[in-house]
């Protein structure tokens, strides 16, 4: 198979087999991560800028890794210190950087179909490291690739996705991944954090974990994401940790092997203490270290190629 795409935008529109061929790519890239030099110079002579307009630790660090590591040049953007608190546009913004002769953006934007509107202008490759609550596309890969390194597949599991749907672009881009590699998907949050129609993605609601959780094969909980809730969606936060914090009594409902996931950053005692964060049935750190092979699959397909 060849990966023909352009850009990376999303997981709504990637088919099954072009998300299991990322996938067969990233595991060549994750045995380099192994070796006592971590570096092939598969993107030698590609410059890379990495466009962030929001806060980002894992994400802008997995990214600039996975470019360094392939050999890549590496430009950082920071919209604090830039033309755009001038009042310049994003596009504009991008066709400026572009002039200076590069060969892929990696945008996180606020606003959903940011990405997009890049990819539809511009020529260089464009890979959406998340726009506002609508994707995150290399989130879910990274996540598709621990589930099947732990499990062996993604097929007939039973996964439940716990915490704030609404305004989760993990959520999103999850429900559309799994759901084509044949998962069944759960969601289960307060009613005023889960999407109007969300049904109609496939999913299946709850709104208690004890019915949630039983036998599942994953439990992925979510950050409260305060920056983006609108004021009176929880009556207050101990009411959330007493009714959706994942507990160990509550993960008894889960199978035996269940694994524990989280896209990061956790907020300890609130989606689920320590002791479970860090306990043998999470693979957090996984998910972390799997991002930098998913991440220099991604780069490789796009620009590689060319």
Same mark, same amino acid.
């Given at each position: ?8 935008? #999303?997981?709504?529109?990637? $088919? ?6 990322? @996938?067969? !790519? ?16 598969? @993107? ?17 660090? $997995? ?6 590591? &392939? ?6 953007? =920071?919209? +604090?210190? =830039? ?5 310049? !546009?994003?596009?504009? %913004? ?10 892929? &953006?990696?945008?996180?934007?606020? %606003? ?12 260089? $490759? ?18 598709? *690739? %621990? ?5 062996? #597949? /993604? ?12 305004? $989760? ?22 009613? %005023?954090?889960?999407?109007? @129609? ?8 709850? *709104? +208690? ?9 994953? /439990? ?10 609108? !004021?009176?969606?929880?009556? +207050?936060? =101990?009411? *959330? ?5 994942? !507990? ?51 780069? *490789? ?6």
């Amino acid at each position: 198979m060849v990966f023909k795409r352009k850009d990376l935008l #999303g997981m709504e529109d990637l $088919s099954k087999e072009e998300i299991l061929f990322i @996938l067969k !790519t990233a595991e060549s890239f994750r045995e380099v991560l192994e070796r006592p030099i971590r570096k092939v110079p598969t @993107l030698r002579g590609k410059t890379v800028v990495n466009l962030f307009f929001e806060p980002s630790t894992r994400t802008r660090m $997995s990214f600039e890794l996975a470019e360094k590591r &392939l050999n890549a040049d590496v430009l950082n953007f =920071s919209s +604090s210190n =830039s033309s755009v608190i001038k009042g310049e !546009t994003l596009l504009d %913004t991008a066709r400026n950087i572009l002039a200076m002769k590069v060969d892929c &953006l990696v945008l996180r934007h606020p %606003t959903p179909g940011a990405p997009h509107l890049l990819a539809k202008k511009l020529p260089v $490759s464009v890979i959406n490291a998340g726009d506002g609550a609508h994707e995150h596309p290399t989130q879910a890969l990274l996540d598709l *690739y %621990t589930i099947r390194e732990r499990k062996g #597949g /993604v097929e007939g599991l039973k996964i439940v996705i716990i915490g704030d749907i609404a305004h $989760s672009r993990v959520a999103r881009s999850n429900i559309w991944a799994l759901q084509k590699l044949g998962a069944e998907v759960r969601v289960c949050a307060p009613p %005023t954090l889960i999407p109007p @129609l969300i049904e109609k993605m496939g999913v299946k609601v709850f *709104y +208690s974990q004890e019915d949630a959780l039983k036998e599942v094969d994953i /439990v992925m909980m979510l950050r409260i994401q305060k920056e983006r809730q609108n !004021t009176g969606l929880l009556p +207050s936060l =101990s009411e *959330y940790i007493e009714l959706f914090s994942l !507990t160990e009594e509550r993960l008894g409902l889960a199978k035996d092997d269940a694994l524990i996931m989280h896209p990061g950053p956790v907020n300890r005692g609130i989606e689920l203490p320590a002791k479970l964060a860090d306990g043998k049935r999470s693979v957090i750190l996984n998910q972390v270290t799997n991002g930098v092979a998913v991440r220099m699959a991604v780069l *490789y397909l796009l620009l590689g190629k060319s």
